[in-house]
């Protein structure tokens, strides 16, 4: 109970101690007649008339927030491995090419036979194309496909709950700067009388 008077002293005091602050230059966007030169007032309105509205801090907030770029990413690079296991479906065609030289001549072929021709060679040229299907992999290709869908699906409503988050902040904020204006609107009401 003695804590919880010691909180609300310590608000009181900062409250007031805020609102003797801002009320020597400008309250709740009223333009005070302390200097009466015509640059100084247009800067004041000039600077009040623009300030942010929520839905303008909303945006700003959504165009830079880190986050939400890292989700983004996020959910590409789940599209991509979603892309990659629906490519294993499909035949592959791996090539392969090889050249050797060599200092003493060689014999390409062992002989079968008696009048089988014996050919030598130094340069030696190979290659080889290897096609590859996939007939039976157990379901494993089409279990990789559906965890990347799934995959997918979660980070789409990771991006939509850290969207949901980042608006419910950034709303909390922006209310509580306009509660703490009626704050010093109220305390800078009370002086006056």
Known sequence: ??????????????????????????????????????????KITSTIQNLLTLRQCIKIALENNPSIGYKKWEIKAVNAQKNRAISQRWPSFIGIGSYS?????????????????LVFADDVLAWNLVIS????????????????????????????????????????VFLSILKQREIIKFLDFSLMT
């Open 101 to 117: 030289h060599y200092s003493d001549t060689l014999r390409l072929a062992p002989p079968r036979r008696l009048d089988y021709p």
């Open 1 to 42: 109970m003695n804590a919880t008077k010691i909180i609300l002293r310590c608000v009181l005091l900062v409250s007031v101690m805020l609102s003797v602050f801002f009320k020597s230059t400008y309250s709740l966007g009223q333009i005070k007649n302390t200097n009466d030169s015509p640059s100084h007032q247009s």
């Open 133 to 172: 299907i996939p007939i039976f992999t157990g379901g494993r290709i089409t279990n990789e496909i559906k965890a990347a869908e799934l995959l997918q699906q979660s980070a789409e409503h990771r991006l939509v709950y850290t969207r949901q988050e980042l608006i419910f902040n950034v709303s909390s």
